[in-house]
């Protein structure tokens, strides 16, 4: 059964919490936060703080996605402020393979996130440090973006590649998912769901939320 990670990013910060609850009950899986820079990505989100802000709200895994330049310099901390998983962008560091030991032995799973364009050879001499292999299937930076169709193909030879060396590893997509496409996703072998605006982008969330599990589980 796939897992869905509703992300925050579309959610009203206004009332982050009892958005982030509403996830909770309609049987989301994770929490996906989206960390931007402003450098790595054109965008600035959020932080530790919110982070911190959110464990005591839930108890579902806070999924951290972390686009930031060089982020072995924070993840610690960010597993500190209650992340269970952290992801990093291959793009954003010259330290991959010690960026995701860091993350592990600060207690967190590690995960590894790659750009559309970017060779997926990148997670081979990796699977077996990690836990979670992210396709992004937009540009990263942004909610409510186009998904990218040349990610479906992309998602097939992931797949391929995890049952070949780390069948433990989970695929996660993020960018553009919604109930139009989460059957084929699933089917294309990702075990993880990112919906942002799908979520959050309007209308009740346990509805949007009920819409897209019974899409992705058909
Ligand atoms: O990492 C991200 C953007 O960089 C977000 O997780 C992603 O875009 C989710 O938003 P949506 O489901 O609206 O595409
Ligand atoms: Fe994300």
């Given at each position: 059964?796939?897992?869905?990670?509703?992300?925050?990013?579309?959610?009203?910060?206004?009332?982050?919490?009892?958005?982030?609850?509403?996830?909770?009950?309609?049987?989301?899986?994770?929490?996906?936060?989206?960390?931007?820079?402003?450098?790595?990505?054109?965008?600035?989100?959020?932080?530790?703080?919110?982070?911190?802000?959110?464990?005591?709200?839930?108890?579902?895994?806070?999924?951290?996605?972390?686009?930031?330049?060089?982020?072995?310099?924070?993840?610690?901390?960010?597993?500190?402020?209650?992340?269970?998983?952290?992801?990093?962008?291959?793009?954003?560091?010259?330290?991959?393979?010690?960026?995701?030991?860091?993350?592990?032995?600060?207690?967190?799973?590690?995960?590894?996130?790659?750009?559309?364009?970017?060779?997926?050879?990148?997670?081979?001499?990796?699977?077996?440090?990690?836990?979670?292999?992210l396709l992004m299937?937009?540009?990263?930076?942004?909610?409510?973006?186009?998904?990218?169709?040349?990610?479906?193909?992309r998602l097939?030879?992931l797949?391929?590649?995890?049952?070949?060396?780390?069948?433990?590893?989970?695929?996660?997509v993020?960018?553009?998912?919604?109930?139009?496409?989460?059957?084929?996703?699933?089917?294309?072998?990702?075990?993880?769901?990112?919906?942002?605006?799908?979520?959050?982008?309007?209308?009740?969330?346990?509805?949007?939320?009920?819409?897209?599990?019974?899409?992705?589980?058909?």
């Open positions: 059964m796939p897992l869905i990670a509703p992300s925050i990013l579309s959610a009203d910060f206004a009332r982050l919490a009892d958005q982030v609850r509403a996830a909770e009950a309609a049987g989301a899986d994770w929490i996906h936060v989206d960390v931007m820079d402003g450098c790595f990505v054109p965008n600035i989100t959020m932080g530790f703080v919110v982070v911190e802000a959110l464990r005591p709200v839930t108890r579902l895994p806070l999924d951290v996605h972390l686009m930031i330049v060089e982020p072995e310099r924070y993840v610690e901390r960010f597993v500190a402020a209650g992340a269970d998983l952290v992801t990093v962008h291959v793009e954003a560091t010259p330290h991959v393979h010690r960026t995701l030991q860091l993350i592990r032995s600060a207690g967190a799973k590690a995960g590894l996130a790659v750009n559309p364009a970017t060779p997926l050879d990148w997670f081979e001499d990796v699977l077996g440090e990690l836990d979670l292999a299937s937009v540009n990263p930076g942004f909610g409510g973006q186009r998904f990218i169709p040349r990610s479906l193909e097939e030879r797949s391929a590649l995890r049952e070949r060396l780390n069948p433990e590893v989970r695929i996660e993020d960018g553009g998912v919604g109930p139009a496409n989460a059957a084929e996703l699933v089917r294309r072998g990702a075990d993880v769901l990112v919906a942002g605006s799908a979520v959050f982008g309007g209308g009740a969330v346990a509805e949007n939320l009920r819409a897209l599990r019974d899409a992705a589980q058909a």
